[in-house]
């Protein structure tokens, strides 16, 4: 008889395997029997019933495994389990293989009575199922032991290596969204601990745009337009847990954020730093930016600051102080007498901003605005502290220590980083091509071996004759049949359309707007079409914190179009080759071409 369910252990036991029989055709189909065998069929047996009882017990104390291995290598080479895993193998119905029933029940005599009577009582199959249970509880811990092909990749016994609670676990993933000058945005999935830094690499890395060190990400808020470039460690999801719904990351280059190192002088005068007036002395700029991010140090910066007063549009022109422990006002004049100074804001739980409306939304008294706003407030206006200075030097010393002041040395890690970076990875990465004065160097080819040209009146001959030379290529390639350089389709006439620099039809103002965004320092310019001459281009410059322009007229010669910014003496063939000359060479300009002002799109 063959069980459904039944497992194979049970059935190789060997007192099971002497006394199963047929079903009887009036039992029980949910019923297992058992049948003693006469003494004539097997005489070895005792004439007594059989104990299920026990044979359970013997079972279960028995490994499942064991007791299957020690059955088969009694049993004969050509006997196979009846079951395996439960389900018949080739068998019909609930009937087994003639050849693998006992020899005892091959010849069928007629059952008698007392036979019937010495069988045992009968077993339900839930009994089998649970011994199936415990053998598949039992299995796992039975199974041998596989040898570790790697033991050298293992932590010793009693590690913490291994350990779930020494793993990492994963960080909770955030999302941002991050949008470019052209309003596009891009979302972005950052961990909780990811800085500003990285998050700048990462959409470098996704927008294959070129990585400077010059990338920042701006915290927008267009309802009270205000936006301030995050510092480089602070970390994006705590900065936008405290922003409103409406605010936004931006994405774009700040050339200014660590520019006060190189030329400190530039964003700190001396009529403003407190101890340079006391002192009476010229301070050397690196002393005078150790003070700064000397903690035992007190530096302070002093002048006149134009406050807008709560709950109305009215301002008032006061005397501040900016220390470490926060930004101060007298109501007495120019007093500095404690007594006089009132607190306005504390540099630790708020951050400054700068205001792009201009002047018509707070009514401010100049262009030169500037906002101190508390890190944990969102929407209250009334907790804004709206400050005017009088020009754009005064602002940018004030808005330059208020950081400096927060931060100390910190800031001065962020901007070492970058530099550490790319001196240990000198010799695997490319050259970034961002001109500086010392990246680009007048040359001179015409011997045997190349040698740079010191002398500026040299250079500017080198360069007026290599532009002859090309002025002779392009008559003679006319010459040949070549379309004509005052074609349309010409490529000298679209060829500067390609670069970064180059803005196409933009407005005055817009131009003013790109400039003071990606911050003023010297030699931020970008090209744009003039809109009083179709045909030329003006040239948008910052130098000292002032925006110029340059207009560039086209001059005709020999039936060909050259461009120049001073009226003709020094021409060139494209734009590209007149920022190239002016990166190289100051000229006209009030300084040499260094950072163009780029907008990437993501």
């Not at 059935?11 to 009887?24: A, E, G, I």
Request: charged share 20%.
């Amino acid at each position: 008889m063959a069980v459904a369910g039944c497992p194979d252990y049970f059935l190789h036991h060997p007192n099971y395997q002497d006394n199963v029989d047929h079903m009887s055709s009036h039992g029980s189909p949910g019923l297992i029997r058992f049948q003693q065998p006469s003494n004539h069929s097997n005489p070895n047996h005792p004439d007594d019933d059989v104990d299920l009882e026990a044979l359970v017990n013997d079972m279960t104390s028995l490994s499942p495994y064991e007791s299957l291995y020690s059955m088969c290598k009694t049993q004969h080479s050509d006997s196979t389990p009846l079951l395996h895993n439960g389900h018949g193998n080739g068998l019909q119905g609930n009937r087994a293989p003639q050849s693998l029933r006992p020899p005892s029940s091959r010849v069928a005599a007629p059952h008698s009575p007392a036979q019937n009577i010495r069988r045992s009582q009968p077993m339900h199959i839930l009994a089998v199922r649970r011994l199936q249970e415990e053998e598949q509880q039992v299995r796992p811990a039975s199974l041998p032991a596989i040898p570790n092909p790697f033991p050298e990749l293992c932590s010793p016994a009693g590690s913490p290596t291994l350990s779930p609670a020494s793993l990492p676990q994963p960080a909770d993933a955030h999302i941002i969204k991050v949008f470019s000058e052209d309003g596009v945005g891009k979302v972005v999935e950052i961990p909780a601990d990811m800085t500003a830094r990285d998050v700048c690499q990462l959409l470098v890395y996704k927008t294959h745009c070129l990585d400077d060190n010059c990338w920042t990400l701006v915290e927008h808020h267009p309802l009270f337009g205000l936006e301030r470039c995050l510092e480089d460690h602070e970390l994006v999801v705590q900065v936008q847990a405290c922003m409103p719904p409406e605010s936004k990351f931006l994405f774009r280059k700040n050339y200014a954020k660590y520019e006060f190192f190189r030329n400190p002088l530039n964003f700190f005068p001396e009529q403003m730093v407190a101890w340079c007036q006391e002192s009476n002395v010229t301070i050397p700029p690196s002393q005078l930016l150790q003070n700064f991010l000397n903690s035992s140090r007190c530096p302070e910066i002093q002048g006149f600051l134009y406050m807008k007063e709560t709950g109305r549009k009215s301002w008032k022109k006061l005397y501040m102080f900016l220390r470490r422990s926060g930004l101060y006002y007298s109501t007495k004049g120019m007093s500095k007498e404690p007594r006089h100074l009132q607190l306005l804001s504390d540099l630790e739980e708020s951050n400054v901003f700068t205001v792009t409306t201009g002047r018509k939304m707070y009514n401010a008294p100049t262009d030169y605005q500037f906002c101190i706003k508390p890190s944990k407030s969102r929407t209250d206006v009334k907790e804004l502290k709206m400050l005017c200075a009088d020009d754009e030097q005064s602002r940018t010393c004030w808005m330059t220590a208020f950081r400096v002041l927060k931060y100390g040395m910190l800031l001065y890690q962020n901007y070492k980083i970058p530099h550490q970076r790319k001196s240990a990875n000198s010799n695997f990465t490319t050259p970034v091509r961002s001109v500086s004065e010392n990246s680009l160097v007048a040359m001179d080819f015409s011997g045997r071996t190349g040698r740079v040209i010191d002398n500026p009146e040299e250079a500017m001959s080198a360069a007026m004759e290599e532009g002859h030379t090309w002025r002779k290529r392009s008559q003679r390639m006319n010459a040949l049949g070549n379309p004509s350089p005052l074609h349309p389709s010409s490529l000298n006439s679209v060829i500067h359309r390609t670069q970064l620099w180059f803005h196409g039809r933009i407005m005055r103002e817009e131009s003013h707007r790109m400039i003071m965004q990606q911050g003023q320092v010297d030699g931020l310019f970008l090209l744009r079409d003039s809109q009083s001459n179709p045909k030329a281009f003006v040239l948008t410059l910052c130098h000292h914190q002032k925006i110029r322009h340059f207009q560039i007229l086209p001059h005709e010669e020999d039936g060909q179009i050259f461009f120049s910014l001073d009226d003709g003496s020094t021409k060139f063939t494209d734009l590209i080759h007149l920022v190239e000359f002016y990166q190289l060479n100051r000229g006209v300009l009030p300084c040499k071409l260094k950072h163009p002002c780029t907008m990437v799109a993501l």
